[in-house]
Nanobody
Framework: QVQLVESGGGLVQSGGSLRLSCLIS????????MSWYRQAPGKQRELVAR???????NYGDSVKGRFTISGDNAKNTVVLQMNSLEADDTAVYYC?????????????WGQGTQVTVSS
C-alpha cells in the first residue's frame, strides 16, 4: 500500500517561515510528480507547488517568490519551504503524488497538515 505522510505544519506569525515534508512509502515503480495543495475553510483545494520527476517545478500565483518545492528521489520525499508567510496562507496543506505501480497509476493523497499564520 502506498502512503504519504506529511509533517511540519504548525502555528507561525505573519512574516515567518515553515518547512513541510512529505514522505512516500510502500511498493511502487516510480513517481511522476509530487505536489502540495492547500484548502482553506470555505474554499476549494488549490495547487501550491508541483515538482516533476525531471525536476521541473511550477507554483500557484499567490506563492511565487515565497515558497520553494524540492524533492529527494533517493529518499522519496518532497519538501515545501514556505517563507514570508501571510494570514491568507492559513490552510490545511496536502501532499499529492502521481504514483506508478505494477498494477495501477493514480494519484495518492496524504492526510493533510494544518498551517496557521497569525497576523
Amino acid at each position: 500500500q502506498v502512503q504519504l505522510v506529511e509533517s511540519g505544519g504548525g502555528l507561525v506569525q505573519s512574516g515567518g517561515s515553515l518547512r513541510l515534508s512529505c514522505l512516500i512509502s510502500g511498493v511502487f515503480f516510480s513517481i511522476d510528480d509530487m505536489s502540495w495543495y492547500r484548502q482553506a475553510p470555505g474554499k476549494q483545494r488549490e495547487l501550491v507547488a508541483r515538482i516533476t520527476r525531471d525536476g521541473t517545478t511550477n507554483y500557484g500565483d499567490s506563492v511565487k517568490g515565497r515558497f520553494t518545492i524540492s524533492g529527494d528521489n533517493a529518499k522519496n520525499t518532497v519538501v515545501l519551504q514556505m517563507n514570508s508567510l501571510e494570514a491568507d496562507d492559513t490552510a490545511v496543506y496536502y501532499c499529492h503524488a502521481l504514483v506508478n505501480t505494477a498494477t495501477w497509476k493514480r494519484g495518492v493523497w496524504g492526510q493533510g497538515t494544518q498551517v496557521t499564520v497569525s497576523s
